[in-house]
């Protein structure tokens, strides 16, 4: 996320409204011809489909590596080696990897553009450009008061969203239990690009000072010790009772999948944003791959 500058965000934000008729089904042939190459070594649902249907909204094309178990990384291929392979039958490549850096080190072999589709507890740039989108369209930008909540830790979700707020002035709360603390060299990063940060384990304080509360799911994958997982699985739940007292214009954001953290019922809720979240992918990774291939 940091190799991006507030006009850059505010560039794909522009494109993405602009585009958005076209992500609701009106026509385009924008990258007609054109083939996004999908290389998944984790799971995912709204990333992977999203980026099919903005790519095929757009009139372009995927090819898709299933999974690694399904293709020759499970015969040891390595991941600069599939990358140099790829190049030669797309025009961009679309990477989810398990380890942090792992974009990175592919964009250093490849030579089409990587889009980095969350690398590890690393970073998840195309979430946090479609979470922006989000805050901009159902909340505001400027001035704004954000929780982030839950895994702070292992959340690439949260990584990268951080670093973009700084660039927009936020007042951000780091909601978090004590195991899953916010790592202290982003810490020390956003502190340094001047974003006041109030850091808690106690939801409860933070709730009635945001406009935006930002609920992450306990990523049970990361954990070295299941036993770990065990202490702080379940530690925040959104309940109707907890929302009293919150802001008027309060809006719930989750990168999603959920597993407890908002209760069933707050989804009829004005504050629950998160479907309208997850479709907001589709018109801000349209306008990514329109800035990336067209
Ligand atoms: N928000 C997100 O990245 O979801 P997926 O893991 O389903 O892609």
Redesign the pocket.
């Known amino acids: 996320m940091r190799d991006f500058s507030r006009n850059d965000i505010d560039l794909v934000l522009k494109k993405a409204e602009e585009l958005e008729p076209f992500a609701r089904g009106k026509k385009s042939r924008e990258l007609e011809g054109k083939i996004l190459a999908m290389l998944f070594y984790e ?6 489909l999203s980026f099919e249907t903005a790519m095929k909204r757009l009139g372009g094309d995927t090819i898709d590596m299933v999974s690694a178990e399904a293709s020759s990384v499970a015969k040891g291929e390595n991941l600069a080696d599939t990358v140099r392979v790829i190049e030669g039958y797309a025009d961009a490549i679309l990477l989810r990897h398990s380890k942090e850096g792992a974009a990175r080190m592919a964009a250093d072999f490849s030579a089409i553009p990587v889009i980095n589709a ?1 690398d590890g507890a690393g970073h ?1 740039p195309t ?1 946090t450009l479609l979470d922006l989108y989000t805050i901009k369209r159902e909340s505001r930008l400027k001035d704004l008061s954000i929780a982030l909540v839950g895994d702070l830790k292992y959340g690439r ?1 949260v990584h990268s969203l951080a670093y973009a707020l700084t660039l927009y002035g936020a007042n951000i709360w780091l909601v978090s239990p004590e195991q899953l603390r916010m790592p202290e060299s982003i810490k020390n990063d956003l502190s340094h690009a001047g974003v006041s940060l109030k850091e808690t384990p106690s939801l409860v304080k933070a709730i009635d000072q945001v406009d935006v509360l930002y609920m992450t799911r306990i990523q049970k994958e990361r954990f070295p010790d299941p036993s770990e997982y065990q202490k702080v699985a379940g530690t925040y739940r959104i309940t109707l009772e907890l929302l009293r007292n919150v802001r008027e214009n309060l809006i719930i954001m989750h ?3 959920r597993v407890d953290e908002i209760a069933p019922d707050v989804d009829s809720t004005k504050y629950a944003k998160y479907f309208k979240q997850s479709f907001y992918g589709i018109p801000v990774r349209m306008a990514i791959l329109s800035l990336v291939m067209a």
Not at 43 to 48: A, G, I, V
């Open positions: 799971p995912s649902t709204r990333t992977r969350g998840h979430q979700t990168p999603l999948p």
